[in-house]
């Protein structure tokens, strides 16, 4: 499957092998298939990889109340921290978009955040192609919860 890497920083994150992102891959493009989104059409998969090797996946699920529906990503997180995880090595995240790569919205950012921002992201095309970026390049700048120890 053919893939681009740009700006893919090595520096503070785990990093993770082949094989692991294209579990990853294959994972937030099965996890797509069950998207609910009859409002916008726009299905989004993402998939979660612990840092013990447990892999946790997500589909968007809209409402009719639109404020209330839920993002691929944060669904994903949600499942992993509610059986346990808070430690993550990556996210791979997949729409149908042929023009522009799948990208978590600011509000997934931050969710995402919270469990550190040196963890790496798989942003990919429905073509297959994806590029890798840290959270820290998704989320530049960030507050998180080590801002928020007392003085």
């Not at 092998?17 to 609910?36: D, S, T």
């Not at 990556?90 to 799948?102: D, F, K, P, V």
């Amino acid at each position: 499957m053919a893939h681009e890497r740009h700006g893919a920083s090595r520096l503070r994150s785990p990093g993770i092998g082949p094989e692991q992102v294209e579990l990853l891959l294959a994972a937030c493009r099965e996890a797509k298939e069950f998207a609910y989104c009859p409002y916008s059409k726009y299905p989004v998969g993402a998939a979660l990889l612990t840092t013990d090797g447990k892999v946790y996946s997500g589909c968007n699920v809209e409402n009719a109340c639109y404020p209330l529906g839920v993002c691929a990503e944060r669904t994903a997180i949600q499942k992993a921290v509610s059986e346990g995880h808070t430690k993550f090595r990556a996210m791979a995240i997949s729409c149908n978009s042929r023009e522009s790569y799948a990208v978590p919205c600011g509000a997934c950012r931050q969710v995402l955040r919270e469990f550190g921002k040196h963890w790496d992201i798989y942003l990919t095309k429905a073509d297959g192609t994806y590029i890798q970026k840290t959270l820290e390049e998704l989320l530049p700048l960030s507050f998180g919860p080590e801002d928020l120890k007392t003085f």
